[in-house]
Nanobody
């Protein structure tokens, strides 16, 4: 079972930046994507796509973060970073690293953006 370790969450003011990191315990098999999803704190809020990278490092972004967030492969092929800029209060959520379609998930990190 692949373990995903996330880091980098925290509290930031609106307009600020944060970087999240995710490292998988082993190399990611081909044809899988690694990336981030988030769940806002509102009751009943749905999990939403933030950003993913496929095996060819082609990114896919959720509409609400496009142009503000950048996902990239870190030094090791089994690690990714998510650079988040121009953060808004609406970006406050629990952020989860995931490998799909293998359905591996990290424990999540909290990002809180204050106004």
């Amino acid at each position: 079972q692949v373990q995903l370790v996330e880091s980098g969450g925290g509290l930031v003011q609106a307009g600020g930046s944060l970087t999240l990191s995710c490292t998988a315990s082993e190399n990611i098999p081909g044809n899988n994507v690694i990336g981030w999803y988030r769940q806002p704190p509102a009751p009943g809020a749905r999990l939403e796509l933030v950003a993913t990278l496929d095996k060819d490092d082609i990114p896919n972004y959720g509409a609400s973060v496009k142009g503000r967030f950048t996902i990239s492969r870190a030094d090791a092929s089994n690690s990714v970073k998510l650079n988040m800029t121009s953060l808004q209060t609406e970006d406050s959520a629990a952020y989860y690293c995931s490998i799909q379609p293998m359905n591996y998930w990290g424990q999540g990190v909290q990002v809180t953006v204050s106004s």
